[in-house]
């Protein structure tokens, strides 16, 4: 048998309902005869295994014991993969008509390509930025300051994209990882996700190991997608936090040295700290539950955070 174009890895843990509804939109694809889907479950205990094996039996499945993480997940997803496109797919997404299929013929037509994300979009149909720079620290500045959300001067938007509604093709930094489509040909040269990265950084990092491969990473308005946002990292609570922050410190580190760390570091623990000292102040004058609640994330936030400066990759 012939290779299929496109082999989908879904990482699961514990989002049995989003996971069904995605893999649902996935069979609608008009080219699903010509596509693979492969679900890497993370150790989950909601039912989601039981649920692909009764309801999905076409799809290849693999049952972690443990959780792996995100990047140690589709690794193993891509071990298996037959495709020609490997496509790493959010749980929590749901793909619209022919995206699947017109991501393959434009990987096809342009064979200088070697990552590809589609416009995104929310729920409620805005668009949702999938695209950004590197995290340098000039844009954790602009994060961390909040001036990003200064949407009328263009330099303040140059990390998140906003102010770009995705219907045009662009060349990007970075592709979100709820939809990044990678040819195996270059994954092959560039080498599989870091596992050094847990759960956040893996897809910044694959793509600066592509582009200086001297792959293109690329976006372009190939179909939509939506991604739901209520999947795995909605469930971590301030461990989604911590993580992201360690991600970051970590590209610094294997990219920048060990200065660019500890600036890096330094940027997020005074946001951190700033916010849960906002947070506290807050509580003073509202026992609300979200004031609450947003100052004891952060306080939980901030503790972790010095702990962070020394992490190490391999």
Known sequence: MSSPDLSIVIVNWNTKALLNDCLTSCSKSPNADNEEIIVVDNASDDGS?????????????????TNRGFAAANNQGFEVAQGRHILLLNSDTVVHGDVLAQTVRYMDEFPDIGVLGCRVLNPDGTTQPNTSRFPSLLNLIILSSGLWKIKSIPFFDRYRMQNWDRKDARDVEIVAGCYMTVRKEAMDVVGPLDEDFYFFGEETDWCVRFKRAGWRVHCAPVGEITHLGGGSAKKLNHKRDVMLTDATIRLHRKYYGNF?????????????TSRFLFWKLASFFSKSERVIDRKNHFLKVTCATPSLLGSRTK
């Open 49 to 65: 295994v039981e649920m692909v094996k009764a309801d999905f039996p076409n799809v290849v499945l693999i049952e972690n014991q």
């Open 260 to 272: 660019s760390a500890f600036l890096a570091w330094a940027i997020l623990m005074l946001f951190n």
